[in-house]
T-cell receptor
């Protein structure tokens, strides 16, 4: 499968701070998705991106599809305690098949 | 309704047992997926079904056998598993044709003893 690298691996932030994380791949992707996963639960879809350069928001979350189509970024503004969890990027490559590969994840801890 | 339902939620099985995991969705999605997730790791793609046909098998051992009996159901048959197969097994579904906003179930926590 495809390798997607996320950074940072983990983050500890104060409540109210903004958060940025990114995801990079070695090959071009057609679609980038961002998910949040709580312990013992399935991933929950946050944002979907389909075009290079696309910038999409969902409440306090904003994500961008990189111009090179090999990266994506997620920002969370004014973090709150319930933002705690693991954030995964996921991407579909150029084969056109319904594959979906996940990044290595960013573990977010919000300190009240 | 963006619900994907997986049963059972937890499963403990011996290495000689045969068991099945079940997944159901009613969103009209024609692509369905099985993922395996070990602790503190990302989900790993196992199988993809598109229009009830197996389209991707990510070199998964034959002790895992997927089945898609109709467009709403996806099964994963398990036989002669090893303790290292213990993991969270996730099912997902999406539309086809490049629109892969995949929605996940809550997973089945499998323990092989």
């Amino acid at each position: 499968g495809q390798q997607l690298n996320q950074s940072p691996q983990s983050m500890f932030i104060q409540e109210g701070e903004d958060v940025s994380m990114n995801c990079t791949s070695s090959s071009i992707f057609n679609t980038w998705l961002w998910y949040k996963q709580d312990p013992g639960e399935g991933p929950v879809l946050l944002i979907a991106l389909y075009k290079a350069g696309e910038l999409t928001s969902n409440g306090r979350l904003t994500a961008q599809f990189g111009i090179t189509r090999k990266d994506s970024f997620l920002n969370i503004s004014a973090s709150i305690p319930s933002d705690v969890g693991i954030y995964f990027c996921a991407g579909q490559d150029q084969t056109g098949a319904n594959n979906l590969f996940f990044g290595t994840g960013t573990r977010l801890t919000v300190i009240p | 309704d963006t619900e994907v339902t997986q049963t059972p939620k937890h499963l403990v099985m011996g290495m000689t047992n045969k068991k099945s995991l079940k997944c159901e969705q009613h969103m009209g999605h024609r692509a369905m997926y099985w993922y395996k997730q070990k602790a503190k790791k990302p989900p790993e793609l196992m199988f993809v079904y598109s229009y009830e046909k197996l389209s991707i098998n990510e070199s998964v051992p034959s002790r895992f056998s997927p089945e898609c009996p109709n467009s709403s159901l996806l099964n994963l048959h398990l036989h002669a598993l090893q303790p290292e197969d213990s993991a969270l097994y996730l099912c997902a579904s999406s539309r086809t044709g490049g629109l892969v906003e995949a929605f996940f179930g809550q997973g089945t926590r499998l323990t092989v003893v």
